[in-house]
């Protein structure tokens, strides 16, 4: 399965040579403790600033990892990550720091990611370990889990027990925005993150601004141009530029941008909480319930199935009308091109000036956005565009979720040598320490510790990156989650929703067909997985298949959502709000303490 995902946004890396997990612990000269001592005055005075530790606070962190890391002075051990320029720094600069400082070398790989779901899915499979620890999505909260192959049986029971002594008493779990998303339905963490970045909607702020476009918007629907808060703005805006505007300074615009190739990346297109936008599934953070964003229907966190038969939402009204749209607005809003692209191909796009929004645009695309030569940026160094909250569709309902956040963790499965597992795991807390975060996070922007986003620096940062400062400080950012507890295996049910909705974008299929295959499709793996018993009391346990019309009143019933009936209407009037009116009613607080 090669996804080669978020390529466009992740920089150049070159990827080091794999070490074997078997070899034995290689030893080389290890440094004293005044020599590990100088190494961490060095590294703090010269590359972990800024930080929310003043230097003596980093001194006496560091100082703990000199320590805690004694018993493991001279180990060379492995991990992998996909390639995002945030595990690029740390595998060529993170590493050489900790092996300055700790005496533990670390051979960080990088790949595409998914290589990275493979590669995990052979080492669970197997049970024979591939690398020491891996960077992996909280997406497999659901896999790991059920599988029960997380050291310790979970990073909880590992942090209370066998690792007390080598868990930094500085780590401040409370303080990281994501760990809701790394923790199972037992209530105990999984995975720790380390980098973290949203799906939001991304639009011409310059171009909403313009008297004569404002005028001419309204003129043509009778309510003002601006962020839409709901899809029928978003099309009512595609429609007046791609077709009433046409032309802005004398260059053809569009008003959607998006991607629709038959290829493994379309998956992501749609696993990334598309569905969840338009109103799939049920209330509830991070993921609904009993039915989530997926489709798949949970009960006592047993899945249950996806299909509507099963009381799934899968295939229900709400998944056949996000399909519907995706393909209506890509054929009817975005640049001919963009049809026959790849997620690599689009990423592009809206940075050469001809796009006006986009409403499924990933926040780590900022720097990439922000370039100095670019068309979309001002002279002064702060871009033309603006980010926002995204839009939602018309079954969408207060109290479920708006979108989609990447959260890449350090994962320490069961399957590597204890003593490599636990020198993983001081490397995996020196990269979200505090010493070093903030300067990841304003160099990356991928926030992971609430303390870096209310940091000065970010502060002084927050004009240049188009709303990402002011989104991260709001409590907006809570509507945004990675994939949940509903999946139970998702390697493998990832991979079948490109082939399924490509037949829609096609033409091959209606959408209402391609969600049933979907639906079809996902049931099919779940109950492999019941039938092989693999994960035990925790895995599916499909329900037997009723009419539609059962479950419709089950949910009415049950006060829930999923699967919701057919709207009489899915385009309500078009509702819209000034982006800077926006930002003031986030009324972002600081947290105490």
């Given at each position: 399965?090669?996804?080669?995902?978020?390529?466009?946004?992740?920089?150049?890396?070159?990827?080091?040579?794999?070490?074997?997990?078997?070899?034995?612990?290689?030893?080389?000269?290890?440094?004293?403790?005044?020599?590990?001592?100088?190494?961490?005055?060095?590294?703090?005075?010269?590359?972990?600033?800024?930080?929310?530790?003043?230097?003596?606070?980093?001194?006496?962190?560091?100082?703990?990892?000199?320590?805690?890391?004694?018993?493991?002075?001279?180990?060379?051990?492995?991990?992998?990550?996909?390639?995002?320029?945030?595990?690029?720094?740390?595998?060529?600069?993170?590493?050489?720091?900790?092996?300055?400082?700790?005496?533990?070398?670390?051979?960080?790989?990088?790949?595409?990611?998914?290589?990275?779901?493979?590669?995990?899915?052979?080492?669970?499979?197997?049970?024979?370990?591939?690398?020491?620890?891996?960077?992996?999505?909280?997406?497999?909260?659901?896999?790991?889990?059920?599988?029960?192959?997380?050291?310790?049986?979970?990073?909880?029971?590992?942090?209370?027990?066998?690792?007390?002594?080598?868990?930094?008493?500085?780590?401040?779990?409370?303080?990281?925005?994501?760990?809701?998303?790394?923790?199972?339905?037992?209530?105990?963490?999984?995975?720790?993150?380390?980098?973290?970045?949203?799906?939001?909607?991304?639009?011409?702020?310059?171009?909403?601004?313009?008297?004569?476009?404002?005028?001419?918007?309204?003129?043509?629907?009778?309510?003002?141009?601006?962020?839409?808060?709901?899809?029928?703005?978003?099309?009512?805006?595609?429609?007046?530029?791609?077709?009433?505007?046409?032309?802005?300074?004398?260059?053809?615009?569009?008003?959607?941008?998006?991607?629709?190739?038959?290829?493994?990346?379309?998956?992501?297109?749609?696993?990334?909480?598309?569905?969840?936008?338009?109103?799939?599934?049920?209330?509830?953070?991070?993921?609904?319930?009993?039915?989530?964003?997926?489709?798949?229907?949970?009960?006592?966190?047993?899945?249950?199935?996806?299909?509507?038969?099963?009381?799934?939402?899968?295939?229900?009204?709400?998944?056949?009308?996000?399909?519907?749209?995706?393909?209506?607005?890509?054929?009817?809003?975005?640049?001919?091109?963009?049809?026959?692209?790849?997620?690599?191909?689009?990423?592009?796009?809206?940075?050469?000036?001809?796009?006006?929004?986009?409403?499924?645009?990933?926040?780590?695309?900022?720097?990439?956005?922000?370039?100095?030569?670019?068309?979309?940026?001002?002279?002064?160094?702060?871009?033309?565009?603006?980010?926002?909250?995204?839009?939602?569709?018309?079954?969408?309902?207060?109290?479920?979720?708006?979108?989609?956040?990447?959260?890449?963790?350090?994962?320490?499965?069961?399957?590597?040598?204890?003593?490599?597992?636990?020198?993983?795991?001081?490397?995996?807390?020196?990269?979200?320490?505090?010493?070093?975060?903030?300067?990841?996070?304003?160099?990356?922007?991928?926030?992971?510790?609430?303390?870096?986003?209310?940091?000065?620096?970010?502060?002084?940062?927050?004009?240049?990156?188009?709303?990402?400062?002011?989104?991260?400080?709001?409590?907006?950012?809570?509507?945004?989650?990675?994939?949940?507890?509903?999946?139970?295996?998702?390697?493998?049910?990832?991979?079948?929703?490109?082939?399924?909705?490509?037949?829609?974008?096609?033409?091959?299929?209606?959408?209402?067909?391609?969600?049933?295959?979907?639906?079809?499709?996902?049931?099919?793996?779940?109950?492999?997985?019941?039938?092989?018993?693999?994960?035990?009391?925790?895995?599916?346990?499909?329900?037997?298949?009723?009419?539609?019309?059962?479950?419709?009143?089950?949910?009415?019933?049950?006060?829930?959502?999923?699967?919701?009936?057919?709207?009489?209407?899915?385009?309500?009037?078009?509702?819209?709000?000034?982006?800077?009116?926006?930002?003031?009613?986030w009324k972002a607080e600081k947290p105490k303490g």
């Amino acid at each position: 399965m090669d996804l080669k995902r978020r390529d466009v946004l992740k920089g150049t890396a070159a990827t080091t040579a794999a070490v074997a997990v078997g070899a034995p612990a290689l030893l080389t000269p290890t440094p004293s403790y005044a020599q590990q001592v100088d190494a961490a005055k060095k590294w703090v005075d010269s590359e972990f600033q800024p930080s929310t530790l003043t230097k003596d606070q980093q001194m006496a962190e560091m100082d703990w990892f000199i320590k805690a890391s004694q018993p493991f002075k001279g180990m060379k051990v492995s991990c992998a990550s996909e390639i995002l320029g945030i595990h690029e720094y740390e595998s060529k600069t993170l590493t050489k720091a900790f092996a300055e400082i700790t005496g533990i070398q670390v051979n960080h790989e990088m790949m595409d990611e998914g290589l990275i779901v493979d590669k995990i899915e052979v080492e669970i499979q197997s049970g024979k370990p591939i690398y020491d620890f891996w960077m992996n999505d909280s997406d497999f909260i659901g896999t790991h889990p059920r599988f029960n192959d997380v050291v310790g049986g979970s990073l909880t029971d590992f942090m209370a027990g066998e690792g007390k002594d080598i868990t930094n008493p500085n780590l401040d779990l409370n303080d990281f925005i994501g760990l809701s998303f790394a923790t199972f339905t037992d209530g105990k963490l999984y995975q720790l993150p380390d980098q973290q970045f949203a799906n939001l909607y991304w639009f011409r702020y310059d171009w909403f601004q313009r008297p004569e476009l404002k005028e001419g918007f309204k003129k043509q629907f009778g309510y003002e141009l601006g962020v839409p808060v709901n899809w029928s703005a978003y099309e009512d805006i595609a429609e007046f530029f791609t077709n009433a505007v046409k032309t802005i300074d004398g260059q053809r615009v569009y008003g959607h941008m998006d991607y629709g190739k038959k290829d493994p990346s379309l998956g992501w297109r749609f696993t990334d909480a598309w569905l969840s936008m338009a109103g799939n599934g049920d209330r509830g953070l991070p993921n609904g319930r009993p039915v989530d964003e997926w489709g798949i229907r949970a009960e006592d966190g047993i899945p249950r199935g996806s299909s509507v038969s099963r009381g799934g939402d899968a295939n229900g009204p709400a998944a056949v009308y996000a399909l519907t749209k995706f393909v209506e607005w890509l054929k009817k809003y975005a640049p001919p091109e963009a049809a026959g692209m790849d997620f690599l191909e689009a990423g592009a796009v809206p940075g050469q000036g001809r796009i006006a929004q986009q409403i499924f645009w990933y926040s780590a695309f900022t720097a990439a956005l922000s370039k100095p030569d670019l068309p979309v940026m001002n002279k002064d160094g702060t871009p033309k565009w603006r980010m926002a909250p995204s839009p939602h569709g018309a079954y969408w309902k207060e109290g479920m979720k708006l979108g989609y956040q990447d959260v890449g963790c350090w994962t320490y499965l069961k399957y590597a040598a204890p003593e490599r597992v636990k020198a993983g795991w001081l490397y995996g807390q020196f990269c979200v320490s505090k010493t070093v975060t903030l300067k990841k996070s304003i160099t990356f922007l991928h926030v992971i510790r609430e303390s870096d986003i209310w940091a000065d620096a970010m502060t002084q940062l927050a004009p240049k990156t188009g709303g990402f400062v002011e989104f991260y400080r709001s409590p907006a950012r809570k509507l945004w989650t990675p994939t949940g507890v509903n999946v139970p295996e998702y390697g493998k049910l990832a991979q079948v929703w490109w082939q399924n909705v490509s037949k829609a974008i096609s033409g091959e299929a209606t959408p209402q067909q391609a969600m049933d295959g979907l639906a079809r499709d996902q049931d099919a793996i779940m109950a492999r997985l019941e039938k092989s018993g693999v994960q035990g009391k925790l895995g599916p346990k499909l329900n037997e298949e009723k009419a539609a019309e059962y479950w419709y009143a089950k949910a009415e019933k049950d006060g829930d959502l999923a699967p919701q009936r057919k709207l009489a209407n899915e385009k309500p009037q078009g509702v819209t709000v000034d982006y800077d009116e926006l930002i003031k009613s986030w009324k972002a607080e600081k947290p105490k303490g």
